[in-house]
């Protein structure tokens, strides 16, 4: 649905993308995820045809976003981080506005508004002005016009900003159906919200794409390294050197505190070192408290691949 190939914008002297490829099946919410200055929005203004590549090509549907742009904009749906809304209008006359320019009927623009206003949680709010209306509402309508019309593909960027705690899981919720019927790209800055609603994730960072892939699948190769943590009870040199002894064991930490020994080991990719712990301590006598893999979440991987990019672009 989403196809992008060797894209690059080079701003002057910056080149902001720099020649990245991906693409995004039909169906699902893919996260695209990004620090500041990643290359993240400009990617996303590309997409929307909002500003034209340096080189490259991208497509939405099989149609190229500069050759075909207005056939592109009739298949995807917007919500900027900030959305452009008119403060003088009411939420309904602003929607009949957008649905009017999008080439809606009279009797389509009805049923689309009325279906939109529920899904969005908009009904005692729809004929405010929008002016008066706090942020999270505003985003609400935002994301109430990016569905109007239903597109083929939704690209939401930061949905749930200024929403408060109840509107946040609402609006989760909502994604996440809105994957089962369209393509929905999501751009956010909160991991967990990725990790909970995306079957997919892109990582962008200094203007290139450094993984993709489910978010399990990134966590597992944050896990690579076979981290493990333990507490037993024995001889901290015995304990140390009977555990730095285990085949495979890259690296030991080790600390005492009240009679426990607590280990952070590391071992090769690949290398689940908890059975060795459990026999060694086994064999020797000793009390074991404590055996763990170490857990990771999708922040784990994303801080660890941004930090190497950061890095490799310096020496460069």
Not at 40 to 69: E, W
Not at 158 to 185: A, F, M, N, Y
């Amino acid at each position: 649905m989403i196809r992008v190939q060797n894209l690059s914008k080079r701003y002057g002297s910056f080149l902001a993308v720099d020649n990245i490829s991906f693409h995004v099946e039909r169906g699902g919410v893919v996260g695209f995820l990004g620090p500041n200055g990643a290359g993240k929005t400009t990617t996303i203004r590309i997409l929307t045809c909002y500003h034209p590549a340096t080189q490259g090509t991208a497509s939405i549907g099989g149609f190229d976003v500069f050759n075909q742009s207005m056939e592109v904009r009739r298949r995807i749906g917007y919500l900027p981080e900030s959305a452009p809304l008119y403060p003088e209008m009411r939420s309904r006359e602003y929607l009949k506005f957008r649905g009017k320019l999008r080439g809606l009927s009279a009797s389509d623009l009805e049923k689309a508004i009325g279906r939109v206003t529920d899904r969005c949680w908009l009904g005692e709010f729809i004929d405010r002005p929008i002016g008066q209306l706090s942020k999270g509402m505003r985003q609400r309508v935002g994301l109430a016009d990016a569905m109007l019309h239903e597109p083929d593909v939704l690209i939401l960027d930061e949905p749930t900003i200024g929403l408060d705690p109840t509107q946040i899981r609402e609006t989760r919720s909502l994604i996440k159906e809105l994957g089962q019927r369209h393509t929905v790209l999501l751009s956010s800055h909160i991991l967990s919200e990725v990790e909970q609603i995306c079957s997919k994730a892109i990582i962008i960072a200094a203007g290139r794409i450094v993984a993709s892939g489910s978010p399990q699948e990134l966590r597992d190769q944050f896990l690579s390294k076979g981290r493990v943590i333990a507490e037993m009870r024995g001889p901290q040199v015995e304990v140390e050197k009977g555990v730095r002894s285990i085949a495979g064991v890259q690296k030991v930490d080790i600390s005492a505190d009240n009679g426990w020994v607590k280990l952070t080991v590391e071992a090769a990719p690949g290398r689940d070192i908890r059975e060795d712990l459990f026999k060694l301590t086994s064999s020797n006598g000793w009390s074991l408290r404590e055996i763990r893999r170490e857990g990771a979440t999708l922040e784990d991987f994303f801080v660890q691949v941004v930090a190497q990019q950061s890095i490799k672009r310096s020496r460069d």
